[in-house]
């Protein structure tokens, strides 16, 4: 038996209704739902996730629990909840398309009761009942089209643009006729759209909602007929406040998808109307998505940076590109590890956390996992230039006789001299401070500790913090851990050995805004990670061999998503910029000059 077809709702526990009832709460201010059917869909359709959703992953033990919420900490209740005679505890995915799915259906079958003996006591239904209204409704208008008969009305549509298949025409909402128009349109396409609960007089049921929503200017929709005038395709669009349009559906016949011959039609039509990026699950099951320079098939977007603004206002869309870069791997891996749950990355570094993260290797065994092979250094620019310079010095010295290359050849020799002199302090000064691997890793806070004014960070002998620096970091510190503000280092630490190596790859990208740019934001999380890692260390939350593997990590995730310093360094300014433009935390209470990288760099080229 179906889901739905239960009379109630079943004793479950879900770890993340919190979040679902947000979800739905946003998605319905959206569309713009009445009061009643809000409080209905927070009431009834909420109930049903928890309890019913048969998608639902069952949570078994503590580890199950902390997977699942990734990256949010782990309630305190989530224990008694496991016990053995406490209801059964669940995972709801928020992304799931039937999740989805049924909510449309919701919502359409909810409008509807609008003149109907519904009207107003909409709580007396709960949602297996609503949802197996839905299909007894939906049963008899396919035997009420099957005996009926429509004709078009040309005065009811408008042409909006013509494709090599056919045209694309818009229901008039002024037209008298628009109403029969609509019946003609669901008895062609065998769907709800016109179905009105009154046939002869055109009110009520499905059709009056829609009906009233164009009548309003509240929605606009769209039907792509062939050359004899008959629908192939309908697309219903939310107007959003100030005119924005919205896609809501895209149906071919039956309420399936559209079939592949008109999907380059779709998309030239769907250009010409001033969309969201919203991408609706009817584009995705057609492979087509709205990004920043408008519809695309999903396949088509191989540029890394349009990827990853794919990927980071619709993160479910990853399993359809192809060849990633570790950069859009990493953001889609900080979204939801779980994408790659039936796909490894190509990214060895990233392969190497998820095996841990996805228990494809045993926890136990993840402290003596070798670490992936270090990628090349970042590109120096400088280098160019000593190599250009050498080239100019031999061809100089190739051009002046003997006595000159004497003069040349003492002058040399003195300035070497010199110059050796200098590298031999520098590399006595260098003994105390990290290089290598374990200076590169990091070199990657140097933003954040030059703001902090702080000393010490870089040397080797540093092996703890100041009480004044201490009791500065602990606020900060806490909070970009999700801990109470009172916690004290016991709990510090235990938070710590329990979610930091299985977490840290998801700090910062999941606070980010739709209007974010993506690498700017993993610029600014790779720093604050750095700077908070080692710090951690020296505050004694995080033991040594945890810390630099961890550190070590997030350099090689650098590594791979940024081509030098410089592209580092500005990707950085950019990202913190966003952070606190969108009234985030501030993590240093001071902004960086905007030329700042100029000094960073001076560090940095030492750095391989």
Known sequence: MNDHKKSAYAPRNALNAESLKADIARRSQARGDAPEIRDWLLNHFLRHLVANFEPARRIHTREEARQALLPAPLPEWVAARLKEDAAPLVWVDPEDAQLHLLEQRLVEFLAARKGAALEGKLNRVNCPQALDLWEKEHAEMSQ????????????????????????????????PELRAEMAFESYRMRHCLGQFADRRALTGGYGESYAEAVEQGRMRIFSFRDASGQPHVTISLIVLPGGKLQVEQVKGKQNRPPIARYVDDLIACLDTLDTDETTPGDCVAIGIVRDGTGWRRIASITDADAQLRLIHRHPALFSFLENPSPAVEWLAAGKSPRLF?????????????????????????????????????????????KVIGGVALCWLLSKIGFPALLVWGVFFFWFFHGVWK???????????????????????????????????????????????????????FLHYMDCRADADDAAARAHLLETLESTWFLADLRALMPGDDPRAALAFATCRLAFFIRNAALMGWIEKETAWRVLLLNAQRARETFASWQDYGRAYLAGRRQWVTQYRADPLGKSHAENATQGWLKVWKKMR
């Open 422 to 476: 200098i590298i031999r302090q520098t590399q006595a000064e260098d003994k105390a401070r990290f290089n290598g691997p374990h200076g590169f890793a990091l070199a990657l806070a140097l933003p954040m500790v030059e703001a902090r004014a702080q000393t010490g960070f870089f040397e080797i002998a540093t092996d703890s913090l100041t009480p004044d620096t201490v009791e500065l970091f602990r606020p900060p």
């Open 341 to 385: 749950e039936a796909r490894r990355p190509a990214s060895k570094t990233l392969a190497h956390v998820l095996d841990h993260l996805l228990a494809r290797q045993a926890r136990e065994d993840w402290p003596g996992l070798q670490m992936p092979a270090p990628l090349p250094p970042f590109v120096d620019p400088l280098n160019n230039f």
């Open 144 to 175: 009420r089209i099957a005996r009926g008969w429509r004709q078009s009305n040309p005065a009811a549509i408008q042409e909006h643009l013509k494709t090599p298949h056919g045209v694309f025409v818009e229901f008039r909402p002024d037209a």
